[in-house]
């Protein structure tokens, strides 16, 4: 099922999906959206959030496009007004292990799972469906094509941001706080003279050339 057969004709909004979902039947429709796949230490972390239905779904945009406070201020309307939340996170370890295709995918079907009801039918970020039986679409750049989505990335940003902030504190040569793990010249310059910690991802380049050394 593509988005363009579940559009009307008319100019689509940001809860276009949803509403079009919700009149085929179904009642829980949750977005999906993961952060973290680039960075060369720590998590990646998905979340997904089904709206309530008379939300304003106009608030919620890619996680990217707007600032730490504003990405805290629009969680916080979330658990307050009744959306449903579910997060997933999947250790450095277990990208590693299964690389980070699998890590995201990982991670959303945790996310899925760790909702207070189940959705019946997802919305997920990207052009890979996630390994449950769930009804699903997938929607490149999703985001920016459905509310639920863009809440999704929001609430993943805060919880990843979180996490990084804590490494901060146990790790603070690496400056987590700021680059949040991504490869920043700074932070390429930190393995290089620090070598990798426990939470970088040891298959990644620009870590795995000092992996042997430490």
């Not at 593509?2 to 979902?21: A, M, N, V």
């Not at 863009?150 to 146990?170: C, F, G, N, T």
């Amino acid at each position: 099922m593509g988005p363009e057969k579940l559009w009307p004709d008319s100019e689509p909004d940001t809860y276009t999906l949803e509403r079009c979902l919700r009149r085929k039947g179904y009642r829980w429709v949750g977005g999906l959206d993961e952060v973290g796949r680039g960075p060369l230490a720590g998590p990646v972390v998905a979340a997904c959030v089904i709206l309530e239905v008379n939300c304003d779904y106009s608030s919620f945009v890619d996680s990217k496009i707007i600032n730490a406070e504003k990405r805290s201020l629009l969680y916080e309307k979330l658990q307050n007004n009744g959306a449903k939340i579910g997060v997933g996170i999947v250790s450095e370890t277990d990208i590693d292990r299964v690389n980070i295709l699998q890590a995201s995918l990982l991670a959303m079907k945790k996310a899925v799972l760790a909702m207070p009801l189940q959705p019946d039918f997802l919305l997920v970020d990207g052009n890979q469906p996630i390994p449950m039986i769930i009804p699903q679409q997938t929607l490149v750049k999703g985001e920016s094509k459905s509310a639920s989505v863009a809440a999704a990335s929001i609430v993943a940003k805060v919880v990843r941001d979180e996490l990084m902030d804590r490494y901060h504190l146990q790790y603070p040569e690496y400056n987590f706080q700021q680059n949040r793990g991504y490869p920043t010249r700074e932070h390429r310059q930190a393995i290089k003279i620090h070598g990798p910690c426990a939470i970088h991802r040891q298959s990644f380049k620009c870590v795995k050339e000092f992996v042997a050394e430490t």
